[in-house]
């Protein structure tokens, strides 16, 4: 019920318009968000290449009304690619296909993908296109793999949730996709997603084994694994290192990856072990949506909203 709600709320203007002037929950959410500009996000990123983690970031952003935003958001990507390859920092970038248009022109979006993607190519990097809710689930795929007909290094996220999603992996394993795993953070109906969290743990625990098998002698380009398991709940984590060491899943064929601020503990125990794990790291000011999905995937976040508005 409590994620429900928040997951509502994620997308209620008004509580976003408010949020966004309090100066305590602006810092909360710094917890979960690498800063506002490029500069701080590269910082973030530095640090947790120092400490033994690899990076993906992410401008946050989505569902742009117009294509000037959208051409805004794709040169701030190409930008950020050229600018990661011109530091001494390793990292890729993920996006949200609706912050390139695609809610508006589905070969427009393809258009300012391609350009990203090239881009990243010719800098030895990866694009990850990062999944929303089920009503784009069916496009974002397509342009996908539109996409990947001409480019090796871009990979996409597919949600455990949905009841689609082994259809989905089905194709994608066919095409040789590079792909991240994870549950899932948008409120959807029944009719299109499973409710229960045991239903939606053992549908990731499926597509987790079916994509490791074969994951066996792939390697993507730009330095990613074919698989990447995305998930803090540490039953998955644990299901996830079953099953690599009683099938002798090679080590480089897969990374853990999680999200900037969350778990931390977990993150650094998975790094000393002798995994590959790589931190998800957002930055940008439309940090609201994203910050409440944080909430509603693991309700203890909201301590900390609490504690910073009572100044605790």
Known sequence: MLRRALLFLSEREGLKNRLLRMRAARAVADRFVAGEGLDEALEATQQLNDDGF???????????????EAERATAAYERSVVRIAGCDV???????????????DVDACVANLDRIVTTAAAHD???????????????????????????????????????????????????DAAVRLCKGAYKEPVSVAYQR???IDANFVHLMRRLLDAADGRVMEGGVPPVAIATHDEKMVEATRSFVESHAVEIDRFEFQMLYGVR???????????????????????????FMRRMAERPANLWFVTRAILGG
């Open 90 to 104: 390793s990292a890729t970038i993920s996006l949200k296909l609706t912050q390139l248009g695609l809610d508006l």
């Open 54 to 68: 690899r990076v993906t970031l992410d401008l946050l952003g989505e569902s742009v009304t117009d294509r000037d």
């Open 264 to 290: 931390r503990e977990l993150q650094t125990q998975l790094r000393e072990g002798g995994y590959h794990v790589r931190i998800y790291v957002p930055y940008g000011t439309e940090w609201y949506p994203y």
């Open 125 to 175: 990097s990866f694009v990850r296109i990062d999944m929303e809710g089920s009503n784009h689930t069916q496009a974002t795929l397509d342009v996908f793999h539109r996409v990947r007909e001409t480019h090796a290094n871009v990979g996409v996220v597919i949600q455990s949730h949905l009841h689609r999603t082994e259809r989905d992996v089905d194709a994608l394993i066919e095409a």
């Open 197 to 199: 969290k045991a239903d």
